[in-house]
């Protein structure tokens, strides 16, 4: 499993930045797909998922209305787009195989929120 993360970087308060992860090694559409995000001095929060079919997304209270899940599974990537961005959505965000079982995550790429 192979879960390879890009798109973070430094945004400005009300800012977008849109995550990408590609994944290999296993079948992707096949598993529902995740993102997470750890900030500083704090624990893993899950952020968003999505179904294996595409069929249903989630998303945590912090970032409903504001964050867009998303995945190719011709592409085996899925996707993560972030508006409005606030300092407090600063964190190394994950993408992670599976939605109540995490199944493999990537490295991590950086999201910082700042003017």
């Known amino acids: 499993v192979q879960l390879v993360e890009s798109g973070g970087g430094l945004a400005q308060p009300g800012g977008s930045l849109r995550l990408s992860c590609a994944a290999s090694?296993?079948?992707?559409?096949?598993?529902?797909m995740s993102w997470a995000r750890q900030a500083p001095g704090k624990g893993l929060e899950w952020v968003s998922s999505?179904?294996?079919?595409?069929?249903?997304?989630y998303y945590a209270d912090s970032v409903k209305g504001r964050f867009t899940i998303s995945r190719d599974n011709a592409k085996n990537t899925v996707y993560l787009q972030m508006n409005s961005l606030k300092p407090e959505d600063t964190a190394l965000y994950y993408c992670?195989?599976?939605?109540?079982?995490?199944?493999?995550w990537g490295q991590g790429t950086q999201v910082t929120v700042s003017s």
């Open positions: 090694g296993f079948t992707f559409s096949s598993y529902d």
């Open positions: 999505i179904d294996n079919d595409v069929s249903v997304t």
């Open positions: 992670v195989r599976g939605r109540l079982t995490i199944m493999g």
